[in-house]
């Protein structure tokens, strides 16, 4: 959403309204964000590297102390699902949805 249709802040308001908490930001967020490793075909070209992407991200979350991780990008919740067993990973809409319907993880 922020690199490709420049939508930065809705999403952001939307996890503060349900939740009642500013999301946690990873340190490049919103515009300067980075992949997750997962993009186009480079996980496949690349394995190695693509993976080393994904366990930097995911050492971010761990020093954050967050327990979920919540994005819009497919192809990031499945890397971000696949190399990390104790992380929540979640899409917005059914974060959103499990907000609003009361899920507790």
């Given at each position: 959403l922020?690199?490709?249709?420049?939508e930065v802040e809705r999403p952001r308001e939307l996890i503060a309204h349900v939740s009642?908490?500013?999301?946690?930001e990873f340190f490049d967020h919103g515009e300067c964000t980075h992949c997750s490793g997962q993009?186009?075909?480079?996980?496949?070209?690349s394995k190695e590297a693509s993976n080393e992407i994904a366990r930097r991200r995911l050492d971010?979350?761990?020093e954050k102390k967050a327990q979920m991780l919540v994005?819009?990008?497919?192809?990031?919740v499945y890397k971000f699902r696949k190399n990390s067993e104790r992380l929540v990973v979640k899409d917005l809409i059914?974060?959103?949805n499990d907000s609003i319907e009361g899920v507790k993880e």
């Open positions: 922020s690199r490709y249709l420049n009642g908490y500013q999301p946690i993009g186009g075909c480079y996980s496949i070209t971010e979350v761990a994005t819009q990008c497919p192809s990031c059914s974060y959103l």
